[in-house]
């Protein structure tokens, strides 16, 4: 890396990753390679922007996850957001900072997997930053979509006679995380390592490592025009139902029985003595999104979403009545849920 000068070694990392006729025929004037970008965006629509960042030894361990995967999870979280709002994400500004002495290897890696993500969803890359730093390596990913003006999804927007939804099954990526930190080993060894392992263990990792952000999910939402509050699970099903609850000022009724548990996840808890409920609710990097709607329009979306391909699960209530979340256990009671899930501080 030391025989490249800054701008030889962005272009080592961006080059060929996207053709500037994808990029102008995706509303990019001017991309990477000037002060800043330049790009258009469509009439009678809105702006909406996120940055989501994620550093070394806090959100992924040489023992937790691929290089590649590292950087498609950065992108698709800041992607979850965008699809959480109902909205289409279309540019991504990346900035990365490197301890001196990375192998130029593993930060190629690291942008393949940046780029293969947003190729996923039509995410243009425009521009960001790369440096380096003292301590590990950190990722910064902005991605600015655009709505239909006045038409974007919000937390603050759950009303009485809403049920609460689920795009997907959830806990899947906390298991997995749970099992790669229980091996300690590190990702150059994990194809050895899973040789011996059931086929469920694949998946919970592929879950921690490649989550697919639900931008199919979150426009068909949107543009039913039923939807009322979104949210993406990123923290947790317990952190994502309170943040709903208290931005729309109602209460979150879980129904245990109604919570799907993916075969993995409850395998995985078999094999683990886990209760597979903990990964579900406080677990978090799913991805997936959690919203209400009138309750007299869910059957009619969830058939929708199955003419999709997709899934829709209906997971509680809205109980005006209360404050706060609470789960409904199959005996009928129903136990206050913490307001807990990852928390930085």
Sequence with gaps: MSSLDEFEFIRRLTKDKQSR?????????????DDAAVAYVSSGHQLVMTCDTMTEEIHFKRITMRDQDIGYKAMA????????MGAVPRFALISVSFPKGTELSRMEAIYNGLYECANRWSVMVVGGDTTSSAGGITISVTVIGEVEAGKALLRSSAKQG?????????GCSAAGLDYLLGRQLPSSDWPQAQAADSSFIEQLIRAHGRPNPQVEAGLLLQRS???????????????????????????????????????????????????????????????????TMPAEHAIAMQMKFKEA????????????????????????YAVPIEKKGYNHF
């Design 21 to 33: 006729a994808v990029q102008q025929a995706c509303g990019v004037e001017t991309g990477i390679g």
């Design 77 to 84: 979280s800041a992607v979850s957001d965008i699809a959480a």
């Design 162 to 170: 809403d049920v609460l939804f689920a795009t997907g099954m959830l």
């Design 225 to 291: 025009g039923v939807c009322h509050a979104l949210n993406d699970v990123s923290d947790g099903l317990a952190s994502e139902a309170w943040e709903i609850a208290e931005a729309s000022g109602v209460g979150i009724d879980l129904i245990e029985e109604r919570i799907p548990v993916a075969g993995e996840l409850m395998a995985y808890a078999e094999q683990t003595g886990k209760d597979p409920l903990d990964f579900i609710l406080y677990g978090g990097e799913d991805y997936q999104l959690v919203g």
């Design 309 to 332: 391909g997709l899934q829709l699960y209906i997971i509680g209530y809205v109980n005006a009545e209360t404050a706060g979340v609470r789960l409904v256990q199959s005996s009928g």
